[in-house]
């Protein structure tokens, strides 16, 4: 099994900047996509990016093109959110997940997640 642990969150003022990490552990062999989602209370969780290592795929919800970058560190094990320019409306528990195969939007179609991690935005 794939266990994911995500690390990095905190408290931030509006402009601010956070890195997320995603730590995979367990039979990690191979390629794999990772993808991070966020919940905020009251409201679903949502997509906001995802990397695809096999298959060369980055993909970002249009709210934060331009200001979160994810990579993959793989001598690290990571794959890390770097979050610039930060807004309040950011605010959410950030949830990184895995799939074996390419890239998805949609949360049901990840088996593996992490714990989560808290992002707060201060106005």
């Known amino acids: 099994q794939v266990q994911l642990v995500e690390s990095g969150g905190g408290l931030v003022r509006a402009g601010g900047s956070l890195r997320l990490s995603c730590a995979a552990s367990g039979r990690t062999f191979g390629s794999y996509t990772t993808g991070w989602f966020r919940q905020a209370p009251g409201k679903d969780r949502e997509f906001v990016a995802a990397?695809?290592?096999?298959?060369?795929?980055?993909y970002y919800t249009d709210s934060v093109k331009g200001r979160f970058t994810i990579s993959r560190n793989n001598a690290k094990n990571t794959v890390d959110l770097q979050m610039n320019s930060l807004k309040p409306e950011d605010t959410a528990v950030y949830y990184c997940a895995g799939r074996e195969a390419e890239v998805s939007f949609g949360a049901t179609s990840y088996a593996y997640w992490g714990q989560g991690t808290q992002v707060t935005v201060s106005s």
């Open positions: 990397f695809s290592w096999s298959g060369g795929n980055i």
